[in-house]
């Protein structure tokens, strides 16, 4: 499985950003799908991640309320980090991953992809 993240870019701050990571190769069936996150300078940080039924998820406490992980209900394949409120210490280079462990931990991931640079600023 290849998953290939987009839609990063630059905003302003109280913008808002949509990131896309799309796997390629086959499916992500069984799989839980999550976002990491690694600023300048700092260690690479959960984000955001959902079960792969897609009913339950959870968030870090520094994007609680502000991002939304989803996927496409459709394809079932594609999932998403809807990114609202932004601020300036979001800026950071954006990793979609997959694993067959939920909750999810970063040393568990199978699968995880380019990525995608948010850099918030005015």
């Known amino acids: 499985v290849q998953l290939q993240a987009s839609g990063g870019g630059l905003v302003q701050p109280g913008g808002s950003l949509r990131l896309s990571c799309m796997p390629t190769g086959r499916t992500l069936v069984g799989y839980a799908r999550a976002w990491f996150r690694q600023a300048p300078g700092k260690e690479r940080e959960f984000v955001a991640a959902?079960?792969?039924?897609?009913?339950?998820?959870?968030y870090s406490d520094s994007v609680k309320g502000r991002f939304t992980i989803s996927r496409d209900n459709t394809e079932k394949t594609t999932f998403y980090l809807q990114m609202n409120s932004l601020k300036t210490e979001d800026t950071a280079v954006y990793y979609c991953a997959a694993s067959s462990d939920y909750p999810l931990r970063e040393d568990g991931v199978d699968y995880w992809g380019e990525g995608t640079l948010v850099t918030v600023s005015s």
């Open positions: 959902r079960n792969w039924r897609g009913d339950r998820a959870y």
